[in-house]
T-cell receptor, first 112, second 116 residues
């Protein structure tokens, strides 16, 4: 158990819909990262939050957004969903720069 | 920007054998960290081993060890006495030590199959 909690574990939704993925980082970790892993692709960095503020954006679509709340949990919002958005979405947390990054178990999103 | 290359898409060995997975990276930085993560069929990402670039000594964790060659920008993972439970995707990853806001940069992975 990495200590990073993601919900829901599995989600099936229709095209055009909107979903929210939730992440609780490890106790004491200020950084939260979101990654997307599609079947035929590696892990793609989406976005990084540190103590409530956005630190970096990767290959995140404009239809996607995220935030980190004062209690440090984070949410990834995916809207106007397309079939190609079907993927495993990982949240990862880190105490500070250079420390090990720990992953949650991921949220499986299937868009039908 | 840094890149991580894993040149072996798939490897297969017999149980109890030793196997080495290759990883090379490209960066202009001198202070960074390298990791190997394991992703079994459950798809969970599990940290296997970590190496600080400033350390010359190679990291080891039980049956797992690395061969870190900083000048060559090479970071291979050796698994000794391989077990069936080692079957997984293995990802090599890189992050800067001085505030890498992008977090980890991953290679495309090596699918390791341990045969009984």
């Amino acid at each position: 158990d990495s200590g990073v909690t993601q919900t829901p574990k599995h989600l099936i939704t229709a095209t055009g819909q909107r979903v929210t993925l939730r992440c609780s980082p490890r106790s004491g970790d200020l950084s939260v990262y979101w990654y997307q892993q599609s079947l035929d692709q590696g892990l793609q960095f989406l976005i990084h939050y540190y103590n409530g503020e956005e630190r970096a954006k990767g290959n995140i679509l404009e239809r996607f957004s995220a935030q980190q709340f004062p209690d440090l949990h984070s949410e990834l919002n995916l809207s106007s969903l397309e079939l190609g958005d079907s993927a495993l979405y990982f949240c990862a947390s880190q105490q500070g720069s250079g420390n090990t990054i720990y992953f949650g178990e991921g949220s499986w999103l299937t868009v039908v | 920007a840094q890149t991580v290359t894993q040149s072996q898409p798939e490897m297969s060995v017999q149980e109890a054998e030793t196997v080495t997975l290759s990883c090379t990276y490209d960066t202009s930085e001198s202070n960074y960290y390298l990791f190997w993560y394991k992703q079994p069929p459950s798809r969970q990402m599990i940290l296997v081993i970590r190496q600080e670039a400033y350390k010359q000594q190679n990291a080891t964790e039980n049956r797992f060890s690395v061969n870190f060659q900083k000048a060559a920008k090479s970071f291979s993972l050796k698994i000794s006495d391989s077990q069936l439970g080692d079957t997984a995707m293995y990802f090599c990853a890189f992050t800067y030590s001085g505030g890498g806001a992008d977090g980890l940069t991953f290679g495309k992975g090596t699918h390791l199959i341990i045969q009984p």
